[in-house]
């Protein structure tokens, strides 16, 4: 089965300061792929990133930046010197690359991220 | 392209109403899907579809139904609505490869009373 963990439900910081956002995830597979979306007040759903599961090379993007770690099963995000902006839930989901279910993706509950000014 | 759409925005409905959530794509995506977003639960799958014609059941299906009679469209049934489903729909779609992330509409807020 496939499972994603966002232990964090909320977390508050100060504009300019760097936040990391957990994701870990379980699956039995060896190809799967790892995202991560984020959904601002306004309600729509924005991809972020995708990452396949042979390729740990982190990747940084501006700001943010992902730490992907198959030893620890885990996918992070890092957003550097935060912004209001950035105030929004982020996603972590997992994909499966191969077999009958690989449309699906499982996301985690979400993590509420809020950068007060 | 309008990408993903939905419609409509909000609705309102009494227990034993029934309705129709409309999705459509513009970008030939093989594979659509309909999710429902309830607080501290994430996105949880309701059904999806990988091609015109074809429908089959997520994790949540129970009380809902779908039909692809076009390609670019998605339609979500509640054909007697209850209050357990009042919740944000939201319809995706994907190409028919592996790696490809879903491309989200913005949403339906439904409320049932």
């Given at each position: 089965a496939q499972k994603v963990t966002q232990a964090q439900t909320e977390i508050s910081v100060v504009e300019k300061e760097d936040v990391t956002l957990d994701c870990v995830y379980e699956t039995r597979d060896t190809t799967y792929y790892l995202f991560w979306y984020k959904q601002?007040?306004?309600?729509?759903?924005?991809?972020l990133i995708r990452r396949n599961s042979f390729d740990e090379q982190n990747e940084i993007s501006g700001r943010y930046s992902w730490?992907?770690?198959k030893s620890t099963s885990s996918f992070n995000f890092t957003i550097?010197?935060?912004?209001?902006?950035d105030s929004a839930v982020y996603f972590c989901a997992l994909r499966r690359g191969s077999g009958g279910s690989n449309y699906k993706l499982t996301f985690g509950k979400g993590t509420l991220l809020t950068v007060n000014p | 392209n309008a990408g993903v759409t939905q419609?409509?925005?909000f609705r309102v409905?009494?227990?034993?109403q029934s309705m129709t959530l409309l999705c459509a794509q513009d970008m030939n995506h093989e594979y659509m899907y309909w999710y429902r977003q309830d607080p501290g639960m994430g996105l949880r799958l309701i059904h999806y579809s990988v091609g015109e014609g074809t429908t089959a059941k997520g994790e949540v299906p129970d009380g809902y139904n779908v039909?692809?009679?076009k390609k670019q469209n998605f339609l979500l049934g509640l054909e007697s609505a209850a209050p357990s489903q009042t919740s944000v729909y939201?319809?995706?779609s994907s190409w028919a490869i592996e790696n490809n992330e879903q491309f989200f509409g913005p949403g339906t807020r439904l409320t049932v009373l």
């Open positions: 601002p007040p306004s309600g729509e759903l924005v991809f730490n992907f770690q550097t010197a935060s912004q209001v902006v | 419609t409509p925005k409905l009494k227990t034993g039909s692809r009679l939201f319809c995706a």
